[in-house]
């Protein structure tokens, strides 16, 4: 979603802006721009195409300035034209860039109309630019302060003055944003990864924080104003750019990744112990008696497949909710709950809104399973496990979801192991299981000739049904998120029995039915069901289990799954899933790794 890169220097600091912004596309945009302090006004370059063009124009008009701010947008108020692309300015003296969304933005226009503001975007964030320009008395990091008072939302922004010419002034609630320290120059972003290359010394402001850069020195104050000095971090671990290799997007690299993914997030250690959780862990979860797991899309599935994990292995009462509706809805909270937060960047916005919620309710023990250290959610938790995925490029999930899978196994596992339902020859079984994950998946890979062959047949169908029974039920649903995200063909999943009570009135000769087809305890439940697609004409494409004595027929075509794999059978049922979609999708020629209206780290509400 959208990003923020800011700077004051003595050299010409576009060339970073403009690095900060390309390390920053992956998460989806549709705009962009960038606004220097070049003696006078402030200048800018916006564009409704991709970085690279904006660095065209740049270069073209010869932008260039010591000091200056830089956005991607992913438009909430307002199309993506050119006009509403940040950065915004203000009576051609103050440029502003803003993430979140800004709630009061009309009451506040209206405020700001009457003060003789003429409104010339669409956007909620034209409201904060020309606010601090009203209160603007000489000193921008007094006016800042003065603004965030009356703002009711989420925000995190960069401003620039051009009577300040040295100085970019930041603030954050409710959207994340970084102070990158150099020599003799300071940064700004919205994520450290947007400047690799220009500094590893990180501040990572707090929620209601306002910060002044300039060339020597970072001033921050809290949120009542008083200046604080916040903890310097090293980041030393963000690479350079992500190759692609030869593979022909992310999504598919990523995919072909999660063998090496899972085998970096299985923990070293053969045993199941709390300390993997972290140094609290033995306590807290010796106090809980329940689990309440929050998260959104691909990383709610996740906590779906966990649910039964933990419940078989751990009997450990688990609730799964949707984050953005847990966090409005009245609940009662329980002292005896781990709350559980699981997201890839740990910045996304209903999971961090639904986690701070559970907070104010009173739950102490909270635990994130997140793809990112420093992120906003490992800070805020008392625990957390960190899957190693590494970068996920592609908008659609898929190493983040094994390795998050692999996480929620191991806290099934060491609960169980502490609550006696896990005795030292099932945890040995399980160490064996996940140690050959990695190649049991590689073998799954090997699939891809016979599922570019279905993909063909599926590039051609506008809906799709999806079936899975208990543990694959959530795979199924998994299944059809990547289809719709990426193809942009309708798809539906259903626990297999329950076609019966309703779904089963859309099979058709034109619908195809996908079936995940463990052989596990279901396996003779779900070829009923799938008798009763057939019987109605639908066409079966099955991914069986070798010893499922499930085969090819007319009207149901079987791709046999290399091996059974018990309980972490649904990390092997996915990659299959993950395979159809993405090749479908490059059938149908969709923008694969950015597929429409969609953005990675979705850090708006
Ligand atoms: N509300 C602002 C910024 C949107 C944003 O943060 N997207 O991720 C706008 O629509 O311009």
């Known amino acids: 979603m959208c990003g923020i890169v800011g700077a004051v220097a003595q050299r010409n600091i576009v060339p970073v802006l403009i690095e900060g912004l390309r390390r920053l596309e992956y998460r989806g945009y549709d705009s962009c721009g960038v606004a220097v302090l070049a003696g006078g006004e402030p200048r800018r370059a916006r564009s409704v195409a991709r970085v690279a063009d904006l660095d065209e124009q740049v270069r073209e008009t010869h932008l260039e300035g010591f000091t200056g701010i830089a956005h991607t947008r992913w438009a909430t108020h307002g199309a993506p034209v050119t006009n509403n692309a940040h950065p915004i300015f203000s009576r051609n003296a103050l440029a502003l860039v803003h993430n979140g969304i800004i709630e009061n933005y009309e009451s506040l226009r209206e405020m700001l109309r009457g003060k003789g503001y003429e409104f010339v975007s669409q956007t909620d964030t034209e409201v904060i630019a020309h606010l601090i320009h009203s209160l603007y008395r000489g000193d921008l990091f007094v006016a800042v302060r003065e603004a965030v008072q009356q703002l009711h939302g989420a925000y995190a922004i960069a401003v620039e003055h051009k009577d300040q010419p040295n100085t970019v002034v930041g603030a954050r609630q409710g959207s994340p944003l970084v102070v990158g320290l150099g020599q003799g120059e300071n940064f700004l972003a919205s994520d450290a990864l947007a400047l690799a290359g220009s500094t590893e010394h990180f501040i990572f402001l707090e929620e209601g924080d306002v910060c002044e850069l300039t060339l020597e020195r970072v001033r921050v104050a809290d949120r009542d104003g008083r200046d604080v000095e916040r903890e310097v971090r090293t980041v030393a671990a963000y690479g350079g750019a992500v190759e692609l290799g030869p593979y022909r997007h992310f999504m598919q690299k990523e995919i072909f990744e999660q063998p090496r993914a899972i085998s970096d997030t299985i923990p070293q250690a053969d045993s199941f112990d709390a300390s993997l959780f972290g140094d609290a862990a033995a306590r807290a979860f010796g106090e809980i008696d329940n689990l309440l797991i929050l998260a959104c899309g691909t990383s709610y599935y996740s906590g779906l497949t966990a649910k039964y994990w933990l419940e078989s292995i751990a009997k450990i009462p688990t609730q799964v909710e949707i984050a953005s509706e847990y966090r409005y809805r009245d609940s009662v909270p329980n002292p005896k709950s781990l709350v559980v937060v699981i997201s890839q960047s740990g910045e996304t916005a209903d999971t961090l809104a639904a986690l701070k919620h559970a907070q104010s309710l009173g739950h102490r023990h909270t635990l994130s399973v997140c793809n990112v250290g420093t992120s906003a959610m490992v800070r805020l938790t008392e625990l957390s496990f960190l899957t190693h995925a590494g970068r996920e490029i592609g908008v659609a999930s898929t190493k983040a979801f094994t390795t998050q899978l692999v996480a929620l196994f191991v806290l099934a596992a060491t609960l169980g192991k502490l609550r006696g339902h896990v005795d030292a020859s099932l945890e040995a ?155 479908t999708a490059c059938s149908r020629g969709t923008d694969v790794d950015k597929p429409r209206n969609l953005a990675k780290s979705v850090t708006v509400e």
Not at 495 to 509: D, I, N, Q
Not at 561 to 568: A, N, R, T
């Open 429 to 583: 079984q399980y160490v064996r299981q996940l140690r050959h994950l990695p190649a049991a998946l590689n073998s799954v890979l090997a699939l891809e000739p016979q599922i570019i062959a279905w993909s063909e047949d599926f590039s051609r169908k506008e809906n799709a049904l999806f079936l899975g029974r208990g543990l694959h039920y959530p795979i199924a649903l998994e299944g059809a998120l990547k289809l719709k995200e990426i193809s942009y063909i309708h798809a539906e999943a259903y626990p297999a029995g329950e076609l019966k009570h309703g779904p089963l009135a859309l099979v058709t000769e034109a619908m195809p039915v996908v079936t995940v087809a463990p052989n596990d305890a279901l396996l003779e439940k779900l070829k009923s069901n799938m008798q009763e697609v057939r019987a109605r004409g639908g066409e079966l494409y099955v991914f069986a289990d070798s010893d499922t004595r499930i085969v090819s027929e007319e009207g149901l075509h079987v791709i046999r799954m290399p091996e059974h794999y018990g309980v972490l059978s649904p990390i092997l049922h996915v990659v299959p899933l993950q395979l159809l979609a993405y090749h």
